[in-house]
């Protein structure tokens, strides 16, 4: 009897200090990626290119007003229309036909977006066949602003199979009080290999740098990454990467007081990069760009894909694909409309699609 | 400052009702809550987070949260029908009108569990629970619960569950099943005379939600000092329940400073 109730005090003792994490909100600096695969495997016809596209599909919010962005109150939707703004961003998927898919803010868990799985929606729905996910705010519950539950993060899909599934940590915004660090953002580099049907290998990242922070952490975020794809290059393999960078492109002719900026809480300020307009240089000096900087800084407009305003159009570029092989020339589009993507993209995200075709070496 | 303070405000709150439902009023060694005791006359039990109870006679209870109360207005009276030496039964019935501190709740920034675009319908609450306790001797005795808790619901929007372990198994019925029970086992006993110990297993139903499960366990350690006036409880909760994303399993510490009073 002594010894059962040693073994039971020692055990509410152990468990009572056990649970250091209880909104299972942290990760390790490196994680294995969540590996997803579509249920009916379609065989691709590989023509010796690959479409590369990069979208940030904003939770399958299609342009409902939320609160973060100050257009709105909206916190939590309903199923149907969680289902009615992922089926149009499915259609946009599958009109452009993508080998490779980088998403970025796509719900798996969360009470936002009704408990909708969006990586699984749109494997069911495309004829994308391999994903990997790598969460970037993940808590059982977020005690603010009656979110609850949130799991949302970023993706790379495929049509051929993806290995090596990694998520890379990356530093946190330090200016943050330590209750909201721990149920706040943590940005990461998604990683995996493509492996083609003729046996290359290709390494596809994904990234979602720091929209809000005023201490350089999105920096540092956008240097870990060039210095990611440096050794990769470094190391003789091939890589396409992309995301949101939450940075404008060098020779932006506007870089601050953006109109559809209607926050005036300093947390969610996100409209002046003016101190920030070299951030990028390194990306573009060091590899090729889907779109190049000249025909961007020829004209900046063409190549928006941003805004927080239903009513408004795309205002800044914060979305951008690199390699260090080489993008077919010319191949790039911007898809913010009818007559640049066929499709009306305004009303899908608070992003416009980016597509490029690459080479394969 | 001020921003700050609201913040905490709102978390000691929410922190507060989750702590209350793991919370156990006490009396003379024993965790008295599930079981078929209640608190002896004159004495009022209370602590940081849980309920504060009184013993009004040495066969009537009453309880309630004195903090929660003005936001969420509850309360119960538990009934003890019979005792021997190795027997006893009672029975617990309560009500509370959670619309307040649901509307409270439903705010922006921290301290939001709600969306702050909902508005909570007007909730009335009831449970009705009996117990019964068997003690093999003086340091060791078993309860098994059973309880109906039922909610009558009326206006407000559509407003959001709390998909949280503890919490949904014990508000869903405020917005979707109308009732839930609840039958559970406790077993309690002392390791000596300044420590005792609780083990306790539950398991939920919610009728109109065929798949549903919850089960809930918990371990706790009471530490009693000046004779059992002052008390430190720790322990751990472990939840395997249905949500609404599906299932899951958490451990949750938990902590109390308790307080006892013969008036």
């Known amino acids: ?361 | 400052m001020k921003i700050y303070f609201k913040s905490i405000l709102y978390i000691f709150v929410s922190f507060t009702v989750l702590i209350s439902y793991v919370s156990e009023s006490y009396a003379q060694n024993v965790w008295t809550s599930d079981t078929g005791y209640v608190l002896p006359r004159k004495t009022l039990e209370t602590g940081v987070f849980q309920n504060t109870a009184y013993g009004i006679t040495d066969t009537l209870e009453v309880g309630t949260h004195p903090l929660l109360f003005f936001i969420y207005p509850q309360g119960y009276v538990k009934k003890q029908w019979f005792k021997s030496n190795n027997l006893a039964f009672s029975s617990r019935h309560g009500m509370g009108i959670p619309t307040l501190l649901l509307n409270l709740l439903a705010r922006e920034g921290t301290g939001g569990i709600y969306p702050a675009d909902m508005k909570a319908p007007f909730v009335l609450s009831h449970f009705h629970e009996a117990s019964v306790t068997y003690k093999f001797n003086k340091k060791f005795i078993v309860s098994g619960t059973g309880d109906l808790n039922h909610a009558l619901t009326s206006g407000g929007s559509r407003f959001a569950t709390v998909d949280m372990p503890l919490v949904y198994s014990r508000t869903a019925h405020w917005y979707e099943d109308n009732w839930y029970a609840r039958v559970g086992i406790d077993i309690q006993g002392s390791i000596n005379e300044w420590i005792t110990y609780l083990i306790d297993i539950d398991y939920f139903f919610l009728p109109s939600y065929p798949s549903y499960i919850n089960i809930e366990h918990k371990g706790a350690l009471r530490f009693l000092f000046k004779k059992g006036r002052y008390g430190i409880v720790a322990g751990y909760k472990m939840v395997f329940g249905t949500y609404p994303f599906g299932k899951q399993f958490h451990i949750i510490p938990f902590a109390d400073f308790t307080f006892r009073f013969n008036l």
């Open chain 1, 1 to 361: 009897m002594l010894y059962l109730k040693k073994i039971f005090f020692t055990t509410v003792i152990a468990l009572s200090l056990s649970s250091c994490d209880p909104f299972n909100t942290q990760f390790e600096d490196t994680e294995n990626a969540v590996y997803y695969e579509s249920d009916e495997i379609i065989t691709a016809n590989y023509p010796g290119t690959l479409k590369v596209m990069t979208w940030n599909v904003k939770f399958g919010g299609g342009r409902i007003d939320f609160y973060f962005d100050c257009h709105g109150d909206r916190v939590l939707m309903d199923k149907q229309e969680v289902i009615n703004n992922m089926s149009a961003v499915v259609d946009k998927i599958n009109q452009v036909e993508p080998d490779i898919l980088l998403i970025q803010e796509v719900d798996v868990l969360s009470k936002r977006s009704a408990y909708v799985n969006q990586v699984k929606y749109i494997l069911k729905n495309t004829s994308l066949n391999y994903a990997y996910y790598a969460s970037q705010w993940k808590a059982d519950f977020v005690p603010s602003d009656g979110l609850g539950r949130v799991d949302s993060g970023n993706a790379i899909l495929s049509k051929y199979p993806l290995s090596k599934g990694k998520r890379l940590a990356l530093p946190l915004i330090g200016t943050h009080d330590s209750l909201t660090s721990y149920f706040y953002l943590k940005r990461n580099i998604l990683m995996a290999v493509l492996t083609l049907p003729d046996g290359k290998e290709i390494d596809v990242l994904n990234i979602h740098t720091a929209a809000y922070s005023k201490d350089g952490t999105k920096k540092k975020q956008i240097d870990i990454f060039h210095q990611e794809l440096k050794k990769i290059d470094e190391a003789g393999r091939y890589f396409i990467a992309g995301g949101d960078l939450n940075a404008i492109p060098p020779g932006s002719l506007k870089t601050s007081d953006f109109p559809d900026s209607v926050c005036t809480d300093e947390d969610f300020i996100a409209d002046d990069y003016s101190a920030e307009s070299a951030w990028l240089d390194s990306l573009y000096a060091d590899f090729s760009s889907a779109v190049p900087l000249v025909d961007y800084q020829t004209d900046n407009s063409s190549f928006f894909t941003h805004t927080t305003d239903k009513n408004g159009f795309w205002n800044r570029k914060l979305d951008y694909i690199w390699t260090n092989g080489s993008f077919a020339l010319d191949s790039y589009l911007t898809h913010q409309d009818i007559s640049s993507g066929g499709v009306e993209t305004m009303l899908l995200s608070d992003h416009a699609p980016l597509t490029v075709v690459y080479e394969v070496q």
